[in-house]
């Protein structure tokens, strides 16, 4: 089956640095990719749609400025995290459909910020 | 817009016991349907979907869902379980006639818990 690849699986960062999340499709062309956010204990909720060579389609309440996604290649989406705090600790996860409609997922990020 | 209901957020039963997890979803046009799982510390696999045809649909781990249009439900079964099926379970919707730009809805997610 398609595999998406998400790196890293686990960062722990300082209050107001930046941290850049990648997400990979290996074995098919991907020209939307989803970003997803996971709170403890809670559903995945939809943070963007990220758009091949264009700008990515944010969800009602997600901060644009805050949380970076750049599109660049069929295989390739990132996610920066702008000058983070505490409250962006999360677990962020990346999507991409393959040819069946389904949708295929990164393993996931945890991010810790202190 | 597209919603997913997931009734039960928790449901213990025992190993080789007969398990079903409710999905019901709200939605003005055709969908797709999915289930997806989280095993503990791990990202989501894609356990099984509804895109057209045959309104029950099987997973290669004894799982299966019937998609019911009149209820709008997509309720998850199997018949036995086993200590590994404990995970998250969470349903989701996509809407239909999408181009492959259309996210998925999830619902808020099943805590499967099976006891030996």
């Known amino acids: 089956g398609a595999v998406v690849s998400q790196h890293p699986s686990r960062v722990i960062c300082k209050s107001g640095t930046s941290v850049k999340i990648e997400c990979r499709s290996l074995d098919f062309q991907a020209t939307t990719m989803f970003w997803y956010r996971q709170f403890p204990k809670q559903s995945l909720m939809l943070m963007a749609t990220s758009n091949e060579g264009s700008k990515a389609t944010y969800e009602q309440g997600v901060e644009k400025d805050k949380f970076l996604i750049n599109h660049a290649s069929l295989t390739l989406s990132t996610l920066t995290v702008t000058s983070a705090h505490p409250e962006d600790s999360s677990f962020y996860i990346c999507s991409a459909r393959g040819t069946d409609r389904a949708l295929f997922f990164g393993s996931g990020t945890q991010l810790s910020v202190l | 817009a597209q919603s997913v209901t997931q009734l039960d957020s928790q449901v213990p039963v025992f190993e080789e016991a007969p398990v079903e997890l409710r999905c019901n979803y709200s939605s003005s046009v055709s969908v797709y349907l999915f289930w997806y799982v989280q095993y503990p510390n791990q990202g989501l696999q894609l356990l099984l979907k509804?895109?057209?045809?045959?309104?029950l649909v099987e997973s290669i781990n004894g799982f299966e869902a019937e998609f019911n249009k009149s209820q709008t439900s997509f309720h998850l079964r199997k018949p036995s379980v086993h200590i590994s099926d404990t995970a998250e379970y969470f349903c989701a919707v996509s809407v239909g006639g999408d181009t492959g730009r259309r996210a998925l809805t999830f619902g808020s997610g099943t805590r499967l818990q099976v006891q030996p």
């Open positions: 509804y895109l057209s045809g045959s309104t």
